[in-house]
Each structure stands twice: as C-alpha cells, then as structure tokens.
C-alpha cells in the first residue's frame, strides 16, 4: 500500500507542477505581452525555459522546506496527508483557472497541508501541532505580508523611474522600458521557477521519507529533472485566461509601470527564495506589483470590482482547500 501512495503521490506532484506553470505562466508574461514589449510566443517560450532554469539552479529553498516538516507522519498516514493537500491545490487551480482569477498555488498546497492534517490527527490521533506554528510563523506570514510589501515597492518605484526618464522622449522611454520588460520578464520565470520548483521538489522528498525509501533531506536529481519539466511544461500551455485579467482588467498598463511592476516582483523571489529560504507566492507578488504601480497614476484608475474579487479568491484558497484537503483525507483514511 506504501508503494502504491508513493505512486499516487508522485502522479499528483507532476499534476501540481504542470497546473502551477499553467496557471502562473500569466505572472510572468502578462505586462510584457500587455505593452507589446514581447509577442505571445516569444514571451511563452522565455518564460518556460527560465522556469525550468530556476527550478534545476537551486534547491536551497527546498531543503530548507523539507526540513522545516520533516516530522510529518510516516509511512500510509503521511503519504494520505500529501495526496490530499496536492489534490485540494489541484483541484483549486482549476476552478481558479476557469474563474480567470490569478490564486496562489502555495497558499492552496499549505491550505491542504493544514487540512488534512487536522483531518489525520482527528482519525489517526498523530500531533502535528508543531507543523501548524511553522506553517503559519515561516509560511503564512511571509505569504499575507508579501502582497502589501509588493504593493508599496511598486508604487515607489515608479517615482525615481519617472525622474531617470525626465530628460527621454515617451517614444524613446518606452523602448527603453520594453526592452527592460524583456529583461525582467526573464528574471521573473527564474524567480518563479526558483520558488514555485521547490515546492515540488519538497513535496516528493517529504514522500520519500515517509514512504521509508530515503532518510537524507537532500534532492535528488530525478526529483529536481522531474519537477522541472513539469513545470516548464505547464508555462508552455500557458493559461491565457488569467493573463487577460492582469493584463487588461485592473489597472491601465505602460511600459514603465510594467517594467515597474516586474522588476519589484523579480527582486522579492529572488530574495525569499536565495537570501531568506522562505515561499513566496508568485501571483500575489505579481498581482500586488502591478496594481501598485498602476495606481501611482492615481487610484481611481484602479478598477476595484476584479480587483475585489481577486481578493476574494486570496482570502478564500487557504480555507477552501484545507476543507477540501480534509474530506480528502477522511475518503483516503480507510485505505491508510
């Protein structure tokens, strides 16, 4: 039976991974395709490669992960907690993918994690309390406050890039910022495939210590391949639904506040992912990013009713998929 969830759980984490390069591809090509800085395709393809770059360069935030959680159950009862949080997280991103709204496909795994867990500590009577502090002090946290950081870096930034530009024509400026866009379009993919790669990464690894098949925390390399391309074959796809709701549906978009925009996103991965070895959500950094320097024009540009259901769709993943997490959990228990 182990071997056979180790198995469901590996089909799920390739599911997750392809879902969250589709559902994310929109993060990193919505403002440079918006400002006509890369065609659909090129942007695409940049994106894809970058992410699959970023998901091989570094496996530091995974480690770091892994180790975090490390004391989740072992053998049935822990691979049946990993099988229902990625198949809540799955099951979210479609529905968010449909809805066209951008969600966080790490607030999604964590709200399944946190679910059916409680659901196995209610069946099984195994105390994950310590997993719960940490989840909220080195994932949550960092999750809810990234948005807000996000926001306000992009609304300033947008000031010392207006005054370098004071003396450029808007013709000129604008191919200066497209070009830029290119540039932090790249880095961006890299960023995401840093971050969101790991995650994957950690999960199977989480599976193989429980599963009894490894006791080193380290990533192996069929686990960073497979992870890789997975989610470099989900950007490919591409989810084109959610780049018209970033691109076109909050705020008005030009090149400088899209270079903006993207420049502070790139900037937190990098540094949640290499410097502090935290999550952070790329969607939200992204999304928060872009309505901030939108709204450096002025606020009443802000077009409030997809950005109120946006939050809508961020306040309700973590407890929709920790419910769905949980049911999942109990529907698996005989078998655990």
């Known amino acids: 039976m182990a071997a056979v969830l180790l198995a469901g759980v590996v089909l799920l984490a390739g ?13 990193s090509v919505a403002t440079s395709v918006r400002t006509r800085a890369l065609t659909p395709t090129v942007a695409v393809l940049l994106a894809a490669a970058f992410n699959m770059l970023g998901a091989l360069v570094s496996t530091a935030l995974a480690v770091a992960l892994t180790v975090r959680f490390v004391d989740l159950p072992p053998g049935p009862e822990g ?3 990993l099988i229902a949080s990625l198949g809540a997280a799955c099951a979210w991103g479609v529905w ?28 099984g009577g195994q105390n994950i309390a310590e997993s719960y502090r940490l989840i909220w002090e080195q994932i949550a946290l960092p999750l809810l406050l990234s948005p807000v950081i996000a926001f306000v870096l992009a609304y300033l930034l947008v000031f010392p890039a207006t005054w370098l530009m004071r003396y450029s024509s808007p013709r000129r400026g604008d191919a200066g910022n497209r070009i830029a866009q290119s540039v932090f379009t790249s880095a961006f993919s890299l960023g995401h495939g840093i971050q969101d790669g790991q995650r994957t990464m950690a999960v199977l690894v989480l599976a193989l210590l429980a599963a009894g098949q490894t006791t080193d925390t380290g990533i192996p390399l069929w686990v960073q391949l497979f992870a890789a391309l997975a989610l470099a074959a989900g950007t490919l796809f591409g989810g084109w639904r959610i780049t018209h709701t970033l691109g076109y549906r909050l705020v008005r ?17 990098f540094l949640g992912a290499l410097w502090l070895h935290i ?54 228990s005989p078998l655990l």
């Not at 599911?15 to 993060?27: I, K, V």
């Not at 968010?96 to 069946?123: C, D, E, N």
């Not at 030009?254 to 993207?262: E, I, K």
């Open 79 to 81: 691979l049946g907690i």
């Open 15 to 27: 599911a997750y991974a392809f879902l969250n390069g589709f559902h994310d591809a929109s993060n």
């Open 279 to 332: 999550p952070l959500s790329s969607t939200q950094t992204m999304t928060s990013a872009i309505v901030g320097a939108g709204a450096n024009q002025r606020f009443s540009t802000v077009r409030f009713i997809p950005l109120r259901e946006i939050l809508v769709t961020w306040l309700t993943t973590a407890p929709v998929t920790a419910l769905l997490g949980g049911i999942l959990l109990l529907a698996l």
């Open 96 to 123: 968010t993918w449909w809805r066209r709204m951008p969600s966080s496909s790490t607030h999604a795994l964590v709200g399944g994690l946190v679910g059916s867990g409680a659901a196995s500590t209610l069946v």
């Open 253 to 269: 978009m030009d090149p400088l506040r899209g270079m903006s925009a993207q420049a502070v996103s790139s900037a937190m991965l």
